[in-house]
């Protein structure tokens, strides 16, 4: 499948569009290969966590812009605090990161300033991350509203994709109202 999709890719134009059909996903591990050759690929464990209810994580391609806490890989620690924060089980292994889809019923809403190195403003490298992955378990969320977000382009390219799919998503300077239960 791996070849078949950057065979398409390599030959599409620049008018193309690669269209990925992921409706049939069945398989919730991201195996290390794989994850290694995604910048973002860690953004696939929120989505498969809402679409499988788990996931299992090796780790993500990209800068490794990590400190010597996260042995110098990219960091995941903020995006299982954010999953954590929506009541869903993480499970840290040496080697893996496993996620189990819990009782999120009652979580209306989530901070990003709780993702900040300062109190005051919006700084350090784990606020983009905590709202992209806030946004993504939005998804099943029939109401859910992110306070403080870090809005960036990322993040804007994110809220499309999320309209798209049918999630209504309001945006004013120090929130985002996500409505509309997408999963339903």
Known sequence: M?????YAYQHLSRTETLFI????????NIPFFLG?????????CPALLIALGKFEYYGSGGCQ??????????????????????????SIESNRIIGNFGDNSDITELD?????YSSEDLSGPLVGGATKT?????VNKQKFIIKNPYLKTDVYDMIDFLRLIG????????SIVCSGNVMA
């Open 167 to 174: 999630k209504k998503i309001d945006i004013s300077d120090n």
């Open 2 to 6: 791996n070849k078949q999709v950057s």
């Open 65 to 90: 812009i990590g400190d010597s806490i996260d042995s110098h890989n990219r960091p995941f620690s903020h995006i299982a605090s954010v999953i954590e924060c929506f009541n869903h089980k993480i």
């Open 36 to 44: 290694k050759c995604i910048h973002g690929s860690m953004y696939l």
């Open 21 to 28: 059909d992921a409706s049939t996903i069945c398989n919730a």
């Open 134 to 138: 806030a946004l993504l378990l939005s």
């Open 112 to 116: 990003i300033k709780n993702f900040s």
